[in-house]
């Protein structure tokens, strides 16, 4: 019949008359009952390798995944291992070795999981074996620490031997520092004074933080410089030798570079670790190997130096305390009192290194204001000589009607030259002078009559300008002195102002002109312009005058 067929119960219907009515036969043809499947026989299981079968697995998978990593690292068997722990062999097992193992030695239930497995011993994973061998070895945990104790030892004890040294040589070296009490001798009298005629004046001390906060204390004149600038001033002028606190103070910064709890926790550790390993050595006695005999001789010789260092630590502590104490800082940390002291350290010598710097530029600047005004003076001493009497060579080019000369030689020569000869004669000068001023000084030589050598040497100047702007001399065109001379003729009432003498000219006005000769002769190479055309104006005007003779 189909699945989904179900026979309703016997009292609800009753099929005798149907099933007389339908022919069997034909349903049997349209609908016949499926035959049952004839049994096959089953072939036998082939024998499993248990070599291919996977291994047994009791642990955490990641778990059972480190141990093995871990024992992949070591170059040695289970057996091996064994040995060398209840041993106490250091040649075998290295303290990374130790704290590997130390690291994942198995748990009391993982060693239960282990021993309760009754399956075959070598289908289990690496792990699982590794375990179920080391089992057997008595408290090895506590003989792996014993001998991890005993490997760090050496250098546990030196490294707080050398942190403890450290610490005593900061504290004896601050409090017995004489720089530094005499450098907040002189802090505290300058706050003193700067408080005079305040309630915090008059103190008889200051908390120490109060010498990190100089700094805060700023010039009127300059923001730049502040108190710690001037107590290193101050230090240096009167009290130099304390000028060196910053290397007098140089422990304070090993010091602050120790752990103080952590060298106590160490030699806690260290006192705690012999007690723990005193306590395995009496109960390996009766075990197997070497382990109590190595370890007891270790423990005999460690635990002398242990007292000591136990020793040294409490009395390290009553140290710090009575330290903080004396630097009246109760209630502070040691390290907070040793930051105090290094910031301050670092600001003066700071503040000494900037006193430095600004002292060389101060010096530097007055050099360079003492040559600035040696160079003032003497080109003032130049220009005083130069203005009146300077030596020229002409420029061929012309500005505002007059012909400009640079320095050099060539008016001297010729105007000495021709006092000399006799042949110098006064004239008006067109170079920057007033129509008036003229007139009075040549009316002033006609009144006087013949003047003296200085004074012909003054009255000579006068025809030289001198250009202070642009440290040149202008002297009077050669062709407007041509054109002047004619409009003299011209004018024949005012007679020719007469030539001195040359015998008024004394040895000293001689020697006068000879030096200031000397000085303009800065240039003698080479032809001057200005004289050859001061030449030939002179002969013009002597051919001039020799006609105008003949003419008369």
Wanted: with cysteine; hydrophobic share 35%.
């Amino acid at each position: 019949m189909p699945g989904y067929w179900k026979s309703p119960p016997s009292a609800i219907v009753s099929d005798e008359g149907v099933m007389s009515k339908i022919g069997e036969s034909e349903l049997e043809v349209l609908y016949p009952a499926a035959a049952p499947k004839a049994e096959q026989p089953k072939e036998a299981a082939a024998p499993t390798d248990p070599k291919k079968l996977p291994p047994v697995s009791l642990l955490d998978p990641r778990r059972s995944n480190n141990v093995s990593i871990v024992l992949s690292q070591f170059k040695m068997s289970t057996d091996d291992i064994k040995k060398a722990t209840i041993n106490a062999d250091e040649a075998v097992l290295s303290l990374e070795n130790v704290e590997a193992l130390l690291k994942y030695l198995p748990t009391t239930d993982e060693i239960e999981t282990v021993r309760s497995y009754t399956g075959d011993i070598s289908r289990l994973g690496k792990a699982e074996k590794f375990y179920l061998d080391i089992s057997d070895v008595p408290r090895m945990e506590d003989k792996l620490k014993g001998l991890e104790f005993k490997m760090k030892f050496g250098g546990n004890v030196q490294k707080v031997k050398e942190d403890l040294e450290i610490l005593v040589k900061c504290v004896e070296t601050v409090r017995g520092s004489p720089k530094l009490a005499q450098i907040m001798q002189i802090v505290l009298a300058i706050g003193n004074y700067l408080n005079s005629g305040t309630p915090r004046g008059l103190a008889y001390g200051f908390k120490l933080e109060t010498l990190v906060k100089l700094g805060d204390t700023k010039s009127t004149l300059s923001s730049r410089s502040n108190l710690n600038h001037f107590i290193t001033k101050f230090v240096e002028a009167n009290f130099p030798e304390l000028l060196e606190l910053p290397l007098e103070l140089e422990p304070v910064q090993k010091a602050m570079k120790v752990d103080v709890n952590q060298a106590q926790s160490t030699i806690n550790e260290l006192n705690q670790g012999i007690t723990s390993l005193n306590k395995e050595i009496e109960a390996s006695e009766k075990d197997e190997g070497d382990f109590h005999k190595k370890m007891k001789q270790f423990s005999e010789s460690a635990k002398d130096e242990i007292q000591n260092l136990v020793g040294e630590g409490k009395k390290l502590e009553k140290t710090i305390t009575d330290f903080i104490e004396f630097m009246g800082e109760s209630g502070n940390e040691f390290i907070d009192v040793l930051k105090v002291l290094d910031n301050f350290s670092k600001q003066f010598e700071g503040a000494k290194q900037d006193n430095i710097k600004a002292k060389i530029l101060a010096e530097k600047e007055a050099k360079k204001k003492a040559l600035a005004e040696a160079k003032a003076k003497a080109s003032g001493n130049q220009g005083a000589t130069g203005n009146v009497l300077a030596a020229a060579t002409v420029d061929d080019k012309k500005k505002g009607g007059h012909v400009v000369v640079a320095e050099g030689e060539g008016v001297i020569d010729a105007l000495f030259g021709s006092i000399k000869s006799g042949n110098f004669k006064l004239r008006r000068s067109h170079v920057n002078l007033i129509e008036e001023g003229k007139r009075s000084r040549r009316g002033s030589a006609i009144s006087k009559g013949p003047m003296s050598a200085s004074a012909l040497l003054s009255e000579a100047a006068k025809d030289v300008h001198h250009d202070e702007k642009n440290a040149t001399l202008t002297v009077p065109d050669v062709k407007e002195e041509k054109e002047e001379k004619k409009e003299e003729k011209k004018d024949e009432k005012k007679p020719e102002e007469p030539l001195p003498d040359l015998n008024s000219f004394t040895g000293e006005d001689v020697s006068a002109l000879t030096k200031l000769q000397a000085r303009f002769r800065a240039k003698k190479a080479g032809g001057n312009p200005l004289l050859a055309k001061l030449a030939e104006a002179k002969a013009k005007e002597q051919e001039q005058q020799a006609a105008a003779a003949k003419e008369q």
